[in-house]
């Protein structure tokens, strides 16, 4: 279970200093995947980034499972770190190192034996579904086959969470369906809770049992995910929901035009070689 408690996060000092969170309070439940929703700069990397102290909180309190990481240093920062994996849009993997190494980097760290990692690896990359590209580079793969190599290097340490921060935002939509497929696959086979930031709302729709929106780092609507996007109350989600149904309807009409482009076109050939007979 991840609680934050009046969790407050300020950037710069003095006449610089600027509050980007204000007291958030939220409780996110093992094994849920819960999805953050918001606009740009809105805050949700920071929210995120505070569960794993990538940030330190400027006041309020972090727990996971029960126990208060909020001022945690050194070897218990290591540990909680090594709970909470996290990928992201770009994928950040490391350019100089195969697939293989990218996802054995944390066990090195951790000073597992070589055969270990090896093992380990290789189970997490059959897991992602990428048997065969251990000797591969970043670059000789696709943006798809990258985001697995992430997700397997994210959990070679066997976190109980995951945070996934726009981790599809940069990938057609058939590899999102996969890629969301086998973060669904993760969370039901592996027990690992996820945290979702998106903007899309058909990601919130396919994946997370509930989300949360965030507007100017408050969060303002909580709640079931299909009850939320079914009944928005507050003005921003509404707008999102209904953007999002023009864009829909946009779509179903290009697709249904191109369909009867299609029809049209089978319907020639067909007069065409009833000529020809
Ligand atoms: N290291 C930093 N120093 C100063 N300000 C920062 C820093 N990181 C983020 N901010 C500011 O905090 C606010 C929230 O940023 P954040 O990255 O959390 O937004 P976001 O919701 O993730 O946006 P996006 O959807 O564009 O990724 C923004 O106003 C941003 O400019
Ligand atoms: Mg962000």
Do not use: W
Request: aromatic letters at 4%; charged letters at 20%.
């Amino acid at each position: 279970m991840i609680q934050l408690e009046n969790l407050h996060k300020s950037y710069g000092t003095g006449s610089t200093e600027h509050e980007v969170l204000h007291d958030i309070n939220l409780t996110i439940e093992s094994g849920e995947v819960f999805g953050i929703l918001g606009s740009s700069g809105a805050g949700k990397s920071t929210l995120v980034r505070c569960i794993n102290l990538l940030e330190q909180p400027t006041s309020g309190r972090v727990l996971i499972n029960g126990f208060d990481v909020t001022n945690v240093q050194g070897r218990q920062l290591a540990s909680l770190r090594s709970q909470v994996g996290m990928i992201f849009q770009n994928f950040s993997l490391f350019q100089q190192r195969t697939v293989l190494k990218n996802v054995t980097f944390a066990l090195e760290i951790a000073g597992v034996a070589a055969p270990k990692r090896i093992e380990r690896a290789r189970y997490l990359l059959n897991l992602v579904g990428l048997e065969g590209f251990e000797n591969r580079y970043p670059s000789q793969l696709s943006g798809g086959q990258q985001q697995r190599v992430a997700i397997a290097r994210a959990l070679a340490n066997n976190p109980s969470i995951l945070l996934c921060d726009e981790a599809t935002s940069a990938l057609d939509s058939t590899t999102t369906a996969s890629i969301l497929d086998l973060l669904h696959r993760i969370n039901q086979e592996l027990g690992v809770t996820l945290i979702i930031i998106t903007h899309s709302l058909s990601v919130a729709r396919n994946i997370c049992d509930r989300i949360a929106m965030i507007d100017n780092g408050r969060i303002v609507e909580i709640g079931d995910t299909e009850e939320l996007l079914s009944h928005p109350h507050s003005d921003i989600l509404k707008t999102l929901v209904h953007n999002a149904t023009i864009e829909n309807h946009r779509h179903k009409d290009i697709s249904s035009h191109d369909s009867v482009i299609r029809q049209d076109k089978l319907a020639i050939e067909d007069s065409l070689i009833r000529e020809a007979q």
